[in-house]
C-alpha cells in the first residue's frame, strides 16, 4: 500500500483513475475497528483507459457511512468518487462533494487519520 501523505498526491491518483466515474465498487470490508478497506474498479489513464482495481485503506477511523457488499452495486458512481484532507483528516466517499462536512451526506463515506492505496488487476 502506498500512502497518500498529500492532497496533491490524492488530486493525481483521481486525475488518473478519472475521478473514479463509472467505477464498479468491489467490496467494502472493515479491517479492524478503525481501518476499513473498500475496492474500486476503474479505468486508468496510465494505461490507455483499461480497467484496473484500486484498493483504498483508510486508518485511524473515526467517522463513516458504510453499506453492506450486497449493496454496494445500488450505490451511483457517475459523479465518481471525492477524497478530501481537512484538518489533519482524510475523506473518502462516493460521489462528488466540496469538503469534509459536505461529504457527510454521501451514501458511502469514511474519515480517517490516514489513507493508502494500491492497484490490483481488474477483478472483471
Known amino acids: 500500500m502506498k500512502p497518500l501523505s498529500t492532497p496533491s498526491a490524492a488530486a493525481t491518483l483521481l486525475e488518473r483513475i478519472i475521478d473514479g466515474e463509472g467505477a464498479m465498487l468491489r467490496s467494502l470490508a472493515l479491517n479492524g475497528p478503525t481501518t476499513a478497506t473498500l475496492t474500486l474498479s476503474v479505468q486508468d489513464k496510465h494505461r490507455g483507459y483499461d480497467w484496473i482495481d484500486i484498493v483504498f485503506e483508510i486508518s485511524g477511523m473515526n467517522d463513516a457511512k458504510l453499506v453492506d457488499d450486497k449493496q454496494l452495486g ?4 457517475d ?18 462533494y466540496g469538503g469534509m462536512e459536505a461529504l457527510k451526506s454521501a451514501p458511502l463515506y469514511v474519515i480517517g487519520t490516514s489513507l493508502k492505496y494500491e492497484e490490483a488487476p481488474f477483478s472483471g
Open 74 to 77: 445500488f450505490i451511483d458512481t
Open 79 to 96: 459523479e465518481g468518487i471525492t477524497v478530501v484532507f481537512e484538518n489533519s483528516q482524510w475523506g473518502l466517499a462516493v460521489g462528488r
